[in-house]
């Protein structure tokens, strides 16, 4: 999932979570997934250029060669979610790749569009000690404000 970016060039959070994608991939790969892919979400929100793009930049910087999947048209974690969702294999299993409150408003959003898609859900390699280190703070309130934002599901 993209974060916006208005240069022509992935900026810092873009390349933080192509990074995490890698990393996830990289051990899914040494834990013995038969294929890995990577889809990169996200539209032009703030520039010309679609957040998925920016993101595949970032995956080929971080040594990414494998396949890479883009959805250039969401213009939020929402849209992310409903976008992606076609996208995806019945049998396959599913890591986001974001910093950890993303990755929960992601996983609810996924529970509201697609219950059957949480079940397939994993964890992904978001963690690394130091990583981002000053950024993690601003991220944890900006991503708890969200979540209170987020109105309880109603069947």
Not at 4 to 13: M, T, Y
Not at 32 to 42: E, H, P, T
Not at 89 to 95: G, H, P, T, V
Request: glycine letters at 8%; one cysteine or more; a positive charge.
């Amino acid at each position: 999932m993209g974060f916006s970016n208005r240069a022509s060039q992935p900026n810092l959070v873009n390349r933080w979570r192509a990074r995490i994608a890698v990393r996830t991939a990289r051990f899914l790969v040494r834990r013995g997934a038969r294929s890995v892919r990577i889809i990169c979400c996200g539209g032009p929100v703030m520039g010309p250029v679609p957040e998925a793009e920016h993101l595949a930049a970032a995956l080929r910087h971080a040594g990414w060669h494998g396949q890479t999947v883009l959805e250039g048209h969401s213009r939020s974690t929402w849209e992310n979610i409903a976008n992606v969702r076609p996208l995806l294999r019945r049998d396959e299993l599913i890591a986001l790749c974001s910093n950890d409150l993303h990755v929960v408003k992601a996983r609810l959003y996924f529970a509201r569009q697609d219950p059957d898609v949480v079940g397939r859900l994993i964890g992904s390699a978001n963690y690394r000690v130091g990583e981002m280190v000053l950024a993690k703070p601003l991220f944890a309130a900006v991503g708890l404000h969200k979540l209170r934002a987020l109105r309880p599901h109603r069947h």
